[in-house]
């Protein structure tokens, strides 16, 4: 079993910047790959970016291209989402996920409690 925390969620102004933390816990030696997810009111969940434990490759939603960057810390089992010229429409919680391996076969996700990030006009 993994655990994930979020925080750094809150209200901000557009185009101003937030950074997500989230700390894994638990089997962290299973975490294949860690990423954000966002969901909006009544909207699905959807990814925002992930990044691989193996070899730190960044994967970025388009509308995260170029205004949000995904870090790691491994040695504090810690994941991070800068957010940068936020717009109203990012507004939504922030769910960090990690996907850990089984020991035979298989990949199991783990979800956050979620962060809420909202973004005035």
């Known amino acids: 079993q993994v655990q994930l925390v979020e925080s750094g969620g809150g209200l901000v102004q557009s185009g101003g910047s937030l950074r997500l933390s989230c700390v894994a816990s638990?089997?962290?030696?299973?975490?294949?790959?860690m990423g954000w997810y966002r969901q909006a009111p009544a909207k699905e969940r959807e990814l925002v970016a992930t990044?691989?434990?193996?070899?730190?490759?960044?994967n970025y939603a388009d509308s995260a291209k170029g205004r949000f960057t995904i870090s790691s810390d491994n040695a504090k089992n810690t994941v991070y989402l800068q957010l940068n010229s936020l717009k109203p429409e990012d507004t939504a919680v922030y769910y960090c996920?990690?996907?850990?391996?089984?020991?035979?076969?298989?990949?199991?996700?783990?979800w956050g409690q979620g962060t809420q990030v909202t973004v005035s006009s």
């Open positions: 638990g089997n962290i030696f299973s975490i294949a790959a």
């Open positions: 996920n990690a996907k850990g391996l089984r020991a035979g076969w298989g990949v199991d996700d783990y």
């Open positions: 990044i691989t434990n193996s070899d730190g490759t960044r």
